[in-house]
């Protein structure tokens, strides 16, 4: 979808050029106690950042729940084919985020947004991951109530962020091999919705693909073991019934 960024590490810029930096973040830092010793995060749940945001990257273990909530397709032209959860009809509206930045009830909030402000990036040798924060994130204060060092030492929330951003990079490297793996098969397709509100009102989601049921109807018995052995059959058929999700998705939008 044309919104969406699969990337999950933020780039360091080329020299003399611009970077090109994954979906919300504008101003990523390493954390560093002699530059961020004095700063603080609001942990309290507010997801405003994404309010103007209709499609997020996930995982492929998430499927398994995001199936129940949202329709789950694949960005256009990348390589292995990126998974995205779709939050909204239009492109500048999450349907699942209110005025106040809370996340529809009982519903399933993607790991790519939890994460936000942090992120891990490679440092400037390229060698090894820093843990990073959005310096542009308004959850980034030095009134926050959560400090990010207690003198030169991380606090817990730091260390939970660390290893929350370390599992969602290993997530996101088993995710693209299953892709590539389902890639391999030719199971993916090129798709567009095209959905008619109640006033009439039609609207078009265009540039994804999704994985066509009748080509995996007709893979070999050899085909189908193989990517049984991978672990890749729950991935296609989560994604097969969230497709049951854009009814949900023309209803919020028509309310």
């Known amino acids: 979808m044309t919104s969406t960024q ?5 780039p ?33 749940p507010d997801y405003r950042f994404a309010a103007k945001t209709h499609a997020v990257p996930l995982n492929a273990i998430e499927f398994g729940i995001a199936a129940r909530h949202y329709p789950i397709v694949f960005a256009a032209g990348t390589n292995p084919p990126a998974a995205v959860a779709v939050l909204g009809l239009r492109q500048d509206r999450n349907l699942f985020v ?23 990036a490679r440092n400037d040798e390229a060698s090894e991951f820093a843990l990073c924060v959005d310096r542009a994130s308004d959850k980034v204060r030095a009134d926050g109530e959560t400090r990010f060092f207690d003198g030169v030492e991380p606090t817990d929330a730091v260390r939970k962020a660390l ?3 370390a599992a969602f990079q290993r997530e996101t490297r088993e995710s693209e091999a299953l ?3 389902i890639a391999e098969h030719d199971l993916f397709a090129p798709n567009a919705g095209r959905f008619t509100l109640p006033d009439g009102e039609v609207l078009n989601v265009n540039d994804f693909s999704i994985i066509d049921e009748a080509r995996v109807n007709a893979l070999s018995d050899e085909a189908f073991l193989d990517l049984r052995k991978a672990g890749a059959l729950p991935v296609i058929y989560a994604h097969l019934w969230s497709m049951r999700n854009w009814a949900d998705l023309v209803r919020r939008t028509a309310g």
Do not use: N, Q
């Open 98 to 120: 209110d005025a106040d930045g809370a996340w529809a009830a009982d519903t399933y909030v993607p790991s790519y947004i939890r994460r936000y402000p942090f992120i891990l």
């Open 163 to 165: 290893d929350f951003c």
């Open 179 to 181: 892709m590539r793996k």
């Open 6 to 10: 699969a990337d999950t590490d933020t």
């Open 12 to 44: 360091r810029p080329a020299p003399g050029g611009p970077s090109t930096l994954p979906l919300f973040y504008s101003r990523p830092e390493a954390l560093r106690a002699d530059r961020h010793g004095e700063l603080g995060i609001d942990l309290s």
